[in-house]
Structure formats: structure tokens, C-alpha cells
């Protein structure tokens, strides 16, 4: 049984089930900190930022929290597996990680329009857009993995190998089931792949050209460097855009190529089955992408960097005068 139906090995659970605090913990700081709005950033892009970091706190919660209640207290919790909990389990994480991943096109398709159309990036890059956007695709990642519901018979693996939900029969060798598994595959994260690659080379394209001629008029005119605001201000956003699509995109290959070759091997292709390395790999770099983007606004961000201290601060500041 490969890891196309979210099943998880030893080594990956004792790795994800100490983590998982931590990781909850960062994504919330992380939202805390961009919900203020005193990063310098615009409205869009913080909606943008704080429903990323969102997303991934609830993938962290589903993927990582709620998977070992039923496994680690399966008397007490016996009950679950008269009900169909385990169904809305795999369709709410399937959801969530559809957002997570979608959410990031999003972002980059929001830098993409403000870098390079100008006269687009007025309507578009408001928050009020962000905010239809980001709802629009909560709807549809929603109706989307519904079909995840009808996969699973409502019951958690319990023996042995602490997986997920169980399959009904035949799932597994159903060429039918096979094709929606593959397009939802395709969906997250194939499509974005490719949006997320085609969209940053156009913005660093433009971000390059634009870069050279507007050097070449500052310096023909001036016959001097002189410091240009406007294209240090689209630089920063094409490395925040750049950072954040390239954590996409390096966490979530390896993941890809494994649930893309293990269904081809179950539908009898004739290849070898892929290593539980690669399985163990990937499944701990997809859950690492859902922690790292604090470091990196932290990395590029200046003013994140400034507010990210002063609400670490913020409780040992009550605490000290509390005591005193």
C-alpha cells in the first residue's frame, strides 16, 4: 500500500507527531504577526500571507494532530469507527492542503500582475480582490476533494501500521478511481507547478528588462546612479515571490513524483514499486513546507524581522511586569 492515500510509516509518524506542536505554534505566530499589518506590506499581500499561513496550520492540525487521536486511543475512541469521521477527516485535509498549495498561485499571480502590469495592478491588487479570491478557492478545493468521502470506507487503519483511512474494495485497482486520483493529483500540485514556473519567469523577465532600461534613462539623463525607489520596491517583491514559490516547489516535488509513480505501479505498470525512502521524504518535506515561511519572511522582510521580535517579546514584557 503506497502513500497515495495519505498512509503513513514508522519513522515519518514519530518525526510528524513531535513536530506537530511546533509547527502549530509557528504558523500562529506567523498570523499574529502579519495580522497586525506593520510589516510594510500591502493589504492583498497580507491577505494573501496570513490565508497561506492559515492553510497551513490546519494541514498541520488535520495531518499531524487530529491523525493520532483514533490511532494513539483506539478503545476510547472505537466508536469512531461506526461513523463516517474518518471520510470528512480525509476530505477536510485534502482541503486544506488544496488551499494551501492554491493559495500560492494566488500570491504569485497577485506579484505577477502588480510587477507587471501597471495598469492592471490598481483594480486587481486590493484586498477586496484578494479577499474574493481566497474565498473562491476555499469554495472550490471544498467541492473539489468531496469525491475523497465516497474512497473510504469510515474506517481508521488501526493494525499494525498507523495509516489513514481504510479504502472500500477495489479502489485501489479501479482504473475509474485511478483517473480522478490522477486529476486531483494533476490539480495539486502538477498545474501549480507549472503556473507557479511559467508565471515567475515572466516577472523576473520584465523585472530584468525594466531594471536595464530605466538604468540606462536615469543614467543618460542624470549621467549619475541615483537610487530608483520604484525599482528597489518591485525587486523586494520579486524575492519575497521568488523565495516563497521556490519552498513551494522544492518541498512539494519529491511528493509528487512518489504518488505519481506508486499509482502507476498499482494499476500494473510495468515498473518497480518506488523506495520507502522516497516515500519518507517526501512526505516529511510536503509537512515542512507548511512551517518554513515564517523563516523566510524573516530572512527578506526587514520590518516582519522587527515585529516578529517585539510579539516574542510581548509576553515575557507582561510577565516581567507582572512580577514586578
Given at each position: 500500500?503506497?502513500?497515495?492515500?495519505?498512509?503513513?510509516?514508522?519513522?515519518?509518524?514519530?518525526?510528524?507527531?513531535?513536530?506537530?506542536?511546533?509547527?502549530?505554534?509557528?504558523?500562529?505566530?506567523?498570523?499574529?504577526?502579519?495580522?497586525?499589518?506593520?510589516?510594510?506590506?500591502?493589504?492583498?499581500?497580507?491577505?494573501?500571507?496570513v490565508s497561506m499561513a492559515a492553510a497551513d496550520l490546519m494541514v498541520v492540525v488535520l495531518d499531524l494532530v487530529l491523525k493520532q487521536i483514533p490511532m494513539a486511543y483506539r478503545e476510547q475512541f472505537s466508536f469512531l469507527l461506526a461513523v463516517h469521521v474518518c471520510n470528512i477527516?480525509?476530505?477536510?485535509?485534502?482541503?486544506?492542503?488544496?488551499?494551501?498549495?492554491?493559495?500560492?498561485?494566488?500570491?504569485?499571480?497577485?506579484?505577477?500582475v502588480h510587477i507587471c502590469c501597471q495598469k492592471l495592478r490598481t483594480k486587481y491588487c486590493s484586498g477586496r480582490t484578494a479577499a474574493v479570491t481566497l474565498g473562491s478557492v476555499i469554495m472550490l478545493s471544498c467541492l473539489k476533494n468531496i469525491f475523497w468521502y465516497f474512497m473510504f470506507t469510515g474506517e481508521y487503519h488501526l493494525y499494525y501500521h498507523p495509516w489513514f483511512c481504510r479504502e472500500r474494495d477495489g479502489v485501489l485497482r479501479s482504473p475509474v478511481w485511478a483517473v480522478i486520483e490522477c486529476f486531483h493529483f494533476l490539480l495539486t500540485p502538477g498545474v501549480p507547478f507549472c503556473l507557479i514556473l511559467l508565471l515567475n519567469v515572466f516577472t523576473t523577465r520584465h523585472v530584468l528588462v525594466i531594471s536595464r532600461a530605466r538604468r540606462r534613462l536615469r543614467s543618460s539623463s542624470t549621467g549619475d546612479n541615483i537610487r530608483d525607489p520604484e525599482?528597489?520596491?518591485?525587486?523586494?517583491?520579486?524575492?519575497?515571490?521568488?523565495?516563497?514559490?521556490?519552498?513551494?516547489?522544492?518541498?512539494?516535488?519529491?511528493?509528487?513524483?512518489?504518488?505519481?509513480?506508486?499509482?502507476?505501479?498499482?494499476?500494473?505498470?510495468?515498473?518497480s514499486f518506488p523506495p520507502s525512502s522516497l516515500q519518507e521524504l517526501g512526505f516529511m518535506l510536503q509537512l515542512c513546507s507548511c512551517c518554513t515561511n515564517t523563516t523566510l519572511y524573516a530572512v527578506t522582510q526587514t520590518k516582519f524581522r522587527e515585529q516578529l521580535k517585539k510579539t516574542v517579546k510581548v509576553p515575557f514584557t507582561l510577565l516581567a511586569n507582572f512580577l514586578s
Open positions: 500500500m503506497n502513500d497515495v492515500f495519505g498512509n503513513w510509516n514508522g519513522p515519518a509518524l514519530m518525526v510528524s507527531c513531535g513536530d506537530g506542536g511546533s509547527r502549530a505554534s509557528v504558523n500562529v505566530l506567523t498570523i499574529v504577526v502579519l495580522s497586525r499589518g506593520r510589516c510594510g506590506l500591502s493589504t492583498s499581500v497580507t491577505h494573501y500571507l477527516h480525509a476530505v477536510l485535509l485534502y482541503a486544506a492542503t488544496d488551499c494551501s498549495v492554491w493559495f500560492t498561485v494566488a500570491f504569485t499571480f497577485d506579484r505577477f525599482m528597489e520596491s518591485r525587486r523586494k517583491s520579486l524575492v519575497l515571490l521568488l523565495v516563497i514559490s521556490g519552498n513551494f516547489i522544492l518541498f512539494w516535488g519529491v511528493y509528487m513524483i512518489y504518488n505519481i509513480w506508486g499509482r502507476m505501479y498499482d494499476l500494473g505498470h510495468q515498473s
